[in-house]
């Protein structure tokens, strides 16, 4: 062992030389593949990877432009100096500066992911969902509210019926807010419906009315279906459609 030459033992550990060098590099930019999306910006990463791969190049391979490569001082044998090496060594430091500068990046990184991680942990679940099923009817409601939520809790909802056509009022707003309201059976239970009025360049007309149905409870990720009672609207009022509106409630 002792007995081999510079450019033997070079030669021996060559392929390892190489390899080592080759995993620094794909380390690298590994990592900067990695975190290049988040706070350092992406042009950073790129020039530093250039920089790694410009180094690796110059290191493991031949290049007319280059001096005192791997390739330079097996040809130097065991009379290379620390001046032969100088060259490989300038490499060298540069790639472990780089290396140091995306270990500072990424240090960044990470503290911003933990950062964000534990923004997360306090946001709230997603927004309550619910539709209607059933059909119109005449002297009571027949619509069925289907909800569900991330998390248990309060509830209300708002449906609303919706018309397309206009009622024939032929006046103005009040009076068609009349025309509404006058045509309601009040019976106890009846909805304290409201109106939306809208004109059409000729006469104003019912577009919209809605109604809220109170407070239920639902629980966290289990759909819930809960009867809409209401009544008092003749079949002139049956809508084109209908769909509801659910928000959380405090109390």
């Known amino acids: 062992m002792y007995g081999q030459s510079f450019k033997d033992r070079i030669a021996e550990h060559k392929g390892t030389i190489i390899k080592v060098v080759a995993v620094i590099g794909i380390a690298a930019i590994i990592s900067a593949v990695m975190v290049m999306a ?23 391979s031949k290049a007319a432009d280059t001096e005192n490569d791997v390739d330079d001082i097996l040809a130097l044998g065991p009379l290379a100096t620390a001046a032969d090496l100088a060259g490989v060594t300038s490499q060298t430091v540069g790639l472990a500066a780089n290396l140091s500068a995306l270990e500072t990046r990424q240090d960044i990184d990470h503290a911003k992911i933990v950062e964000h991680g534990q923004t997360l942990t306090t946001l709230t679940g ?126």
């Open 126 to 251: 997603s927004p309550p969902e619910g539709y209607l099923t059933g059909t119109f009817a005449n002297s009571t409601g027949n619509y069925t509210l289907h909800a569900r939520c991330s998390e248990a809790g309060n509830f209300t909802a708002n449906v609303h019926l919706f018309y397309s056509r206009a009622f024939g009022f032929n006046g103005t707003y009040e009076e068609a807010q009349q025309y509404f309201y006058s045509g309601i059976n009040w019976t106890q239970g009846t909805p304290w419906y409201r109106t939306v009025i809208t004109y059409n360049s000729t006469d104003w007309h019912l577009s919209e009315l809605w109604w809220n149905i109170g407070v239920f409870a639902l629980t966290a990720n289990n759909e819930t279906t809960i009867p809409v009672v209401f009544g008092g609207l003749n079949a002139t009022y049956a809508p084109d459609f209908a769909y509801v509106d659910i928000w959380p409630v405090l109390q």
């Open 38 to 60: 988040l706070a350092v910006g992406k042009d950073t990463y790129t020039k530093t990877i250039e920089r790694l791969e410009g180094g690796i190049t110059v290191v493991g």
